[in-house]
């Protein structure tokens, strides 16, 4: 053996062998001892030259140099004791400092981008021409979506990604996208431009890259980065058949039941994601037989609460090797490549329980708060800010925004704004905001987006979790919480897919797979995308400006992507087969667009994603349009910064004289009363606008300096507006 053998044992390795006999453990671990394990190893047969196999110690160092798990480490050394660490205040989640650093947000996709002859996607998101044409806007960040090198390892070859790179397997960027050098050029163009790159981290799962292949062979404590458990051979019985072809199988709920009945793993959680009969059942899967570097056999069973090639990671193991791995990736993006923030992707999940006759906390748990607090104290500590992408109850959203990340995405309403737009009808949309307040949200804590790489999620939580026998009203209905969730949900159904709406398509149990143009273009009641005219184009630009309103004009961060700029529609399910052939219907909603009109010629991102048709053209095109959606955009804008509307607070959401309308009035930090606006229905109204906690004072609206009304002595005041309008406007007390 040599010096670089990694079946040497290391020092830090070595470790006493500890005596179970005092101890209160259930049931003694069962080990070979030293003469079995003997005989054991002398039946192993050895694997051929150059096998992709544990008892290969080429293929384990080639495994450790592609760790994340390794590369954190040497992160932490270089770290460990630098002042820096020390400069800035890191205990408490601060959202209107990272709201004032950074409050309109490009949400890239980096497959979807087309990009210049010869020019990777981080090279054409640093250009100067796309910051300029941001300037113009009025957008001041960019969130480029996960960029590093993601998929698996099977055997000697890389796999591709199964989630739209959230299966990140190195902290190296994916060459598909370019360069860390260039991404660095990137954060300083932006810097330049008084602009601020978030980057991602994905603290619950990994995909099956080193790390676990080098888990999956008992490998030091890599086991300690997942929710994984080694079953005994005796056991396997209960282990269902892996297929030719496959490196794992998901679980049955029977199997699942049944090894949790004998103890091996906590069984059932609280629910099952990504849902689909014969595929996933559970959140189990099962791996088929590998060596470890003594040659011995294991088959494990693995927690994924997505997809299984997204091994869950465990948070709370005596290793502590997956929160090292996560603090380590989350360091290298904030001082290595330059990033000012850091999406916390799926970060709900992050603890998990069993439970006496009841399916195991996984959701809501401590463990995810107390790792959210960490995560988002180490970013404070380096001078960045996180958000969330937390899709739970608004009293979890609550409880993780007071210690953890400093932004959440906006759960709460963005279906519902959805649903106010397919119906014309405002009164859910109410009922979501007027429950925030109540909980004690912080708008101003929030990332209020339009479409992004997901589906339009309305999976409504709150009311199927904590929620679900409360009693609401909806329509002049009594509702249970479930109910209600099931009336919405049938009912966005109804108007924006199927017969309404073939172009946009159900992604399983989640929501729906569309844009947000086929949403618009699924409301006002157009079937057919092909007969578009121009006429139609103005009103889909219209309702999705209305949108863009009721998004920006209120506290908090305002997000939208390339889809949005451009208007695009989504592809045809031919045109990505293979991507949605497993039931992953999002993939039509992320057709390619060329956002600074490099290349009119290609039908393709450089990843292969389809050409979007897109209504309403590239950047330059549009800024030289005073009447497009990007300049009409970038008047929204405006009156959003000029007048501080990202960092005010949401102190009422009155009642409405017409379904179609929604008021908002927020107090601005100058201490001004502002007011918001929307009509959500096709037609012109004169409504009264009336609220406690609007001053007697001047009406002017905050877009064209235009004196509207008086308020009067009950705080009430009438303003006119427009089919799918939003009117921003500003109480001047004496």
Request: include cysteine; hydrophobic fraction near 40%.
């Amino acid at each position: 053996m040599t010096v670089n053998d990694p079946t040497v044992a290391h020092e830090e390795d070595v470790v006493p062998e500890i005596s179970y006999e005092a101890q209160r453990y259930p049931a003694r671990p069962k080990k070979l001892r030293p003469r079995a394990k003997r005989r054991a190893l002398q039946q192993v047969v050895p694997p051929p030259p150059f096998a992709a196999d544990a008892r290969n110690p080429a293929y384990v160092t080639w495994l450790l140099e592609q760790s994340m798990l390794i590369d954190a480490k040497m992160m932490a050394r270089q770290l460990a004791g630098n002042h820096l660490m020390w400069s800035n205040s890191y205990a408490e989640p601060d959202p209107r400092s990272a709201v004032q650093k950074t409050s309109v947000w490009y949400t890239a996709y980096p497959l979807s981008h087309i990009t210049g002859k010869g020019r990777s996607f981080l090279a054409t998101l640093g250009s100067e021409e796309l910051w300029e044409a941001f300037e113009q806007i009025g957008i001041d960040g960019l969130h480029t979506g996960p960029l590093k090198l993601a998929g698996g390892i099977s055997g000697w070859d890389h796999t591709p990604s199964i989630d739209g790179h959230f299966d990140r397997i190195s902290m190296a960027i994916d060459p598909l996208f370019g360069t860390d050098d260039e991404f660095r050029a990137l954060c300083e163009v932006a810097l330049s431009h008084g602009g601020t790159v978030l980057d991602d981290i994905v603290p619950g799962h990994t995909g099956k890259g080193a790390d676990f292949r080098l888990a999956e062979m008992a490998f030091r404590d890599f086991p300690g980065l997942y929710h994984m458990v080694d079953i005994p051979e005796e056991a396997w019985g209960l282990l269902p058949d892996v297929p030719d072809g496959e490196d794992s199988a998901n679980l049955d709920p029977a199997t699942e039941a049944a090894l949790a009945e004998a103890g091996y793993i906590i069984g059932a959680l609280q629910r099952v994601i990504f849902y689909k009969p014969g595929q996933k059942e559970t959140n189990w899967s099962a791996t088929s037989v590998v060596h470890d570097v003594e040659g011995l056999p294991h088959r494990w069973v693995y927690l994924h609460y997505f997809k299984d090639g997204q091994p869950s990671i465990n948070w709370l193991d005596p290793t502590f090797a997956g929160m090292r791995l996560v603090m380590g990736d989350a360091l290298h993006s904030l001082l290595d490549l330059g990033s000012g923030g850091l999406r916390l992707d799926a970060n709900g999940f992050l603890g998990i329980e069993k439970t006496v006759d009841a399916p195991a906390w996984s959701e809501g748990h401590p463990l995810s708060q107390a790792a959210n607090q960490l995560i988002g104290s180490m970013v404070r500590k380096v001078g960045g800010f996180t958000f969330q992408e937390l899709n739970l109850s608004i009293e979890d959203i609550v409880q993780t925004g007071r210690i953890g990340p400093d932004l959440s995405y906006d759960f709460i309403t963005r279906p519902a704004a959805q649903y106010a737009i397919a119906t014309g009808d405002t009164e859910f949309l109410r009922l979501m905001l007027n429950a925030a307040i109540a909980a004690g949200i912080d708008q101003s804590s929030l990332v209020h987006g339009l479409q992004n790489h997901d589906e339009l999620t309305y999976e409504l939580v709150h009311f199927e979790t904590r929620h679900r026998d409360d009693t609401y009203v909806l329509g002049g209905r009594e509702l249970t919480g479930r109910e209600l969730a099931a009336t919405v949900r049938g009912t966005l159904r109804g108007a924006l897919t199927g017969e309404a709406a073939p172009y946009n398509l159900p992604f399983v149990q989640n929501g729906i797979a569309c844009t947000t143009a086929s949403v618009v273009a699924a409301s006002l009641g157009i079937a057919d995308l092909s007969t578009l005219s121009l006429a139609d184009v103005e009103k889909i630009k219209s309702a999705h400006l209305l949108l863009a309103a009721y998004n920006a004009w209120q506290p908090g961060v305002f997000a939208l992507s390339g889809w949005d700029l451009m208007g695009a529609l989504p592809l045809d399910p031919s045109e990505v087969k293979s991507l949605v052939a497993t039931g992953d219907t999002r993939w039509i909603e992320r057709g390619a667009y060329d956002l600074l009109g490099y290349s009119a010629e290609s039908t393709s991102s450089a990843a292969g994603m389809p050409r979007a048709r897109c209504l309403y053209g590239s950047l330059p095109e549009q800024l030289a349009d005073p009447t497009s959606f990007a300049r009409r955009l970038g008047e929204l804008l405006t009156v959003r910064s000029v007048h501080g509307l990202a960092t005010g607070s949401l102190v009422a959401v009155p009642e409405v004289s017409a379904k179609s309308l929604l008021v908002m009035v927020n107090r601005l930090e100058s201490g001004r009363t502002q007011v918001t606006v929307c009509n959500f229905g096709g037609e012109e109204l004169l409504t009264r606008i009336e609220a406690d906690q609007i001053p007697a004072g001047t009406v002017v609206d905050l877009g064209t300096g235009e004196e509207l009304d008086t308020v009067d002595d009950v705080g009430g005041f009438v303003i006119p507006i427009g089919p799918y309008e939003a009117r921003a406007v500003v109480i001047i007390t004496a």
